[in-house]
Nanobody, 114 residues
Framework: QVQLVESGGGLVQPGGSLRLSCAAS????????MGWYRQAPGKQRELVAG???????NYADSVKGRFTISRDNAKNTMYLQMNSLKPEDTAVYYC????????WGQGTQITVSS
């Protein structure tokens, strides 16, 4: 079973930046379409960014122009660069395939607050 480990979260002020990492235990990024998801308290998990096995990216309207998804196949790692963060970006962020085929990791908490 593939393991996915998210990291890079933390507390950041509005307007700040963070880069999240998703480390996979196997080389899956050229096989599966992948995504970054988030779940805010009291809300359902939502997809915020996706990258196909061929490298095509797409974003939720709420993060378009602020977030960038990328990956390093050699390192089995996917990234989410988050700029111009807003309080509404506060959530636990997860990575998984599109749709979520593998076991969900612990996620990484992002808190945007002054």
């Amino acid at each position: 079973q593939v393991q996915l480990v998210e990291s890079g979260g933390g507390l950041v002020q509005p307007g700040g930046s963070l880069r999240l990492s998703c480390a996979a235990s196997e080389s899956i990024f050229t096989i599966y379409n992948m995504g970054w998801y988030r779940q805010a308290p009291g809300k359902q998990r939502e997809l915020v960014a996706g990258i196909t096995s061929g490298g095509t990216t797409n974003y939720a309207d709420s993060v378009k122009g602020r977030f960038t998804i990328s990956r390093d196949n050699a390192k089995n790692t996917m990234y989410l660069q988050m700029n111009s963060l807003k309080p509404e970006d506060t959530a636990v962020y997860y990575c998984n395939t599109l749709p979520g085929l593998f076991r969900w990791g612990q996620g990484t908490q992002i808190t945007v607050s002054s």
